[in-house]
């Protein structure tokens, strides 16, 4: 077989590749941590600061991915089910945050909702402070992981079609029924891979979050942000263990992919 | 129950699918909406079922007035072409599907589901999936479906026309029986006039946005409107003013009182059937529709020249 050698050589490289990129890099970090001893990692992650930035990224991804699922699948329903205008305009401003730097984000947020911002002075004075605080993050985590649940559900909307639903209104379910039993279960698969991704993005957000939320230990920082801030720090023990809480987690939304592309193909 | 169409018209952006159409169908009938493919048919029945909205005109079901009445209350069971199944629901799921949104009690919808799956022969596939069945067992399944809720009308639409030939000449003869059995008031979409006649009571014929004839079939066939329904209804020649069917045309061994000389083009035997291409000395074609037994006793062969008399044949006022 004359095709074997190439195939073998472009195996290594591949693997070669993703080693040095990948592979070394986050072993290495897993390395570190461990070192000196699995007691020492766990003193470095539960620290009141690296508890706190692990509960803040809990929290951040527990409100951005419902808020973007429901607004995702909202979304796509009226970009594929409806003939409303502003679907044209609408459809771009979705993907808006893939091409906008997460630093611009951040900005932007401060300019609009900042104590100078035209929406933050109102908000202000209503005693609400949304930059610099957990509001402003939140808002910044939602921001950059909007797309994701809208763009997988969009195509499968568009593949089932509009029959089932119909025979779901001829047999006397109303739209919210048809919604319920007919449309969602339908496209439960691109709900699933949407949730997950936006779950991974809401993770590992850094640049947007880092810009509003004024970086406070104990109080506004991610775990994303923690890492930064040992690091700066030259804790570097400290910040090799909170990376290594942040790559866990990623592990883990990877898991459930891999095991819902398995469940799905049988 | 009675449908009343009443001048309905509708268009999608410069197209106009019905153009003022008015149609009552019969309380009980089978009645076909036949004619070439975009010419508004199926646009008509989805506007019966609340699936379109007319833009001028209205819907009576067993004369109550459907303006506004969406598609979910005006009890109607509609089968699609392409099934339309629930893919993530059982063939059990699908057929309780509208017994459920009624919130009728589990005793009844299991005996229901039951009664139906029997009545479609699919009594033992109840747990199976769409995925699993065949076309014909899907579309089965679907009329199962839309019949759970004892519709006021059944409403179908192409719903042999996925299917290969076998298996729609099958479900065309059983839909027959079905409606001789349970006298719903049954609208079905085709573009297929053999269907249509074979089965329907009531042809509505519709092309471009107009009903050209609406009658039963016989009426369409022996006394057609125009030379368009004419045509769509079965083959015809045209010999000058007049239109004949091909088994009108008599073929003879010599020269008669109304005959023309025509020479064999083809014969192609169907069986019993034979159809004979010929042209006429303008260079005219015609075609014809014989038995076997005549071909036998008249020795056609190709090439050969014989005399041609239509014995009826229909003239339309211009």
């Known amino acids: 077989m004359p095709a074997r050698p190439s195939r073998v050589g472009l195996r290594v490289a591949a693997l070669g590749y993703l080693a040095a990129l990948l592979v070394v890099p986050v072993g290495l970090v897993f390395y570190r941590t461990f070192e000196h001893g699995i007691a020492t990692a766990w003193e470095a992650v539960t620290t009141p600061e690296a508890m706190h930035a692990f509960w803040m990224t809990v929290f951040m991804v527990a409100v951005a991915v419902p808020a973007n699922t429901v607004f995702g699948v909202a979304c796509a329903l009226y970009l594929v089910r409806t003939r409303l205008p502003g679907r044209a305009i609408t459809g771009a401003a979705v993907n808006l945050p893939f091409a906008v730097s997460p630093v611009v984000v951040g ?6 909702y900042g104590q100078e911002g035209w929406l933050g002075s109102w908000l202000t004075e209503h005693g609400v402070q949304v930059i610099f605080s957990w509001p402003g993050m939140v808002i910044a985590t939602i921001f950059v992981s909007l797309p994701f649940v809208v763009r997988e559900v969009v195509p499968v909307l568009r593949e089932i079609g509009i029959e089932q639903e119909e025979a779901s209104r001829t047999l006397g379910a109303s ?17 699933a891979y949407g ?42 023990p400290g910040a090799y263990a909170a990376s290594v809480v942040l790559a866990a987690l990623a592990l883990l939304v990877i898991l459930s992919l891999t095991l819902l592309q398995r469940t799905r193909e049988t | 129950m009675a449908i009343d169409i009443d001048h309905v018209s509708k268009r999608f952006g410069e197209f106009t699918a019905l153009h003022d159409v008015s149609l009552t169908v019969p309380n009980g009938s089978l009645t ?63 057929v309780a599907f509208g017994l459920k949104i009624r919130k009728r009690p589990k005793a009844e919808v299991r005996r229901r589901v039951d009664d139906l799956l029997g009545l479609v022969h699919l009594d033992g596939l109840a747990d199976r999936y769409p995925s699993q069945l065949s076309g014909g067992q899907r579309q089965r399944m679907a009329l199962a479906r839309a019949l759970a809720v004892e519709p ?8 042999f026309g996925a299917l290969d030939s076998r298996v729609r000449e099958e479900l065309r003869e059983w839909l027959a029986r079905l409606h001789d059995d349970l006298h719903v008031t049954t609208v079905f979409v085709t573009h297929d006039q053999a269907e249509a006649m074979e089965i329907a009571g009531q042809i509505v014929l519709i092309n471009e946005g107009r009903i050209e004839q609406a009658g039963s079939p016989a009426d369409l066939y022996e006394r057609p409107a125009n030379p368009f329904v004419m045509s769509f209804v079965g083959p015809v020649n045209r010999l000058g003013e007049r239109w004949v069917r091909p088994h009108d045309v008599e073929l003879l061994g010599e020269a008669r009182e109304g ?11 169907l069986g019993f059937e034979v159809r004979v291409a010929l042209t006429l000395a303008d260079g005219t074609p015609l075609s014809a529709q014989v038995s076997r037994v005549e071909v036998e006793e008249l020795e056609l062969e190709e090439g050969q020249i014989l005399h041609v008399r239509p014995h009826r044949g229909t003239v339309f006022a211009a």
């Open chain 1, 107 to 112: 900005l932007a947020l401060i300019l609009v």
């Open chain 2, 259 to 269: 005959s023309t000389e025509a020479m064999v083009q083809r014969i192609v035997r």
């Open chain 1, 195 to 236: 949730v997950i991704l936006t779950t991974a993005r809401a993770l590992g957000e850094f640049g947007a979050v880092s810009v509003v939320s004024g970086k406070l230990a104990g109080q506004t920082q991610t775990l994303t942000l923690h890492v930064e801030e040992r690091f700066q720090a030259f804790d570097l």
């Open chain 2, 152 to 159: 006021n009308v059944l409403l179908l639409d192409e719903p």
């Open chain 2, 32 to 94: 076909a909406l036949l004619g070439p493919s975009g010419g508004g048919k199926s646009t008509l029945l989805r506007i019966v079922a609340g699936l379109e909205e007319p833009d001028a005109g209205s819907v009576r079901i067993s004369g109550d007035l459907m303006d506004g009445v969406p598609a979910q209350s005006r009890g109607v069971g509609f089968v699609f072409q392409h099934y339309a199944a629930f893919k993530h629901m059982s063939v059990r799921e699908n």
């Open chain 1, 175 to 191: 739209p919210w029924q048809t919604f319920w039993r007919v449309t969602l279960p339908s496209i439960r698969w691109g709900v």
